[in-house]
């Protein structure tokens, strides 16, 4: 009975990712995940009491995993230049991808604050990987500049979101970027702002 229970309970998270990166939080509604598992809508209840308990579920099961990928990356390199490297490209990697999006999206406004409390948690490592990388670089706060770091990477996740150049309102057209570009170019504005104290 129990493993028949977390079985049900993985089906709906799944259908959840799915809702979610096709229509966003609209598309996530009771009756949806009921249709996409095929339990009934009352049974969906006996799970989730509302849609941000199943948004907090996804984000307790995923974001650890998420981190755990970004923290091995980071675990492989031989410098600390390259655990940053490591670091901004699995970020960023992860932040296009649409699951991911998602919940991100909505979690800050869905959650409570012990669920962002363990959200936080979950990259209370990687947070530690990157102060000591930045400390093996010499720097003299290495805190702050993680922090900054995490500006670049957030910067670059927005400007890899926005449609192709040409059609931002207000600009030239220009040659669309590539999640790649976007990738090197926050590597590179890492590194060199980073690179000294």
Do not use: N
């Given at each position: 009975?129990?493993?028949?229970?977390?079985?049900?309970?993985?089906?709906?998270?799944?259908?959840a990712r799915t809702l979610l990166t096709e229509g966003?939080?609209?598309?996530?509604?009771?009756?949806?995940l009921a249709a996409r598992t095929g339990l009934a809508r009352s049974s969906v209840y006996e799970y989730f009491r509302s849609r941000a308990a199943v948004v907090e579920a996804l984000c307790e099961v995923d974001f650890p995993l998420w981190a755990a990928e970004i923290?091995?990356?980071?675990e492989s390199c031989d410098t600390a230049a390259e655990q940053i490297e490591a670091y901004v490209?699995?970020?960023?990697?992860?932040?296009v991808d649409p699951r991911h999006r998602a919940v991100v999206a909505i979690s800050a406004l869905e959650l409570d604050e012990a669920a962002r409390e363990r959200i936080r948690a979950a990259h209370g490592r990687l947070v530690g990987l990157v102060v000591q990388a930045?400390?093996?670089?010499?720097?003299?706060?290495?805190?702050l500049a993680a922090?900054?770091?995490?500006?670049?990477?957030?910067?670059?996740?927005?400007?890899?979101?926005?449609?192709?150049?040409?059609?931002?309102?207000?600009?030239?057209?220009?040659?669309?970027?590539?999640?790649e570009a976007i990738a090197d170019a926050a590597v590179a504005l890492a590194l060199h702002g980073l690179a000294r104290a």
């Open positions: 009975m129990a493993e028949h229970r977390q079985l049900q309970r993985a089906a709906l998270l799944d259908a966003g939080m609209e598309a996530l509604t009771f009756p949806g923290e091995a990356g980071m490209r699995g970020q960023l990697a992860l932040a930045l400390e093996d670089l010499g720097h003299e706060q290495p805190r922090a900054l770091l995490q500006g670049i990477v957030e910067a670059a996740v927005r400007r890899a979101e926005q449609p192709a150049s040409g059609e931002r309102a207000g600009c030239p057209a220009e040659t669309p970027e590539t999640t």
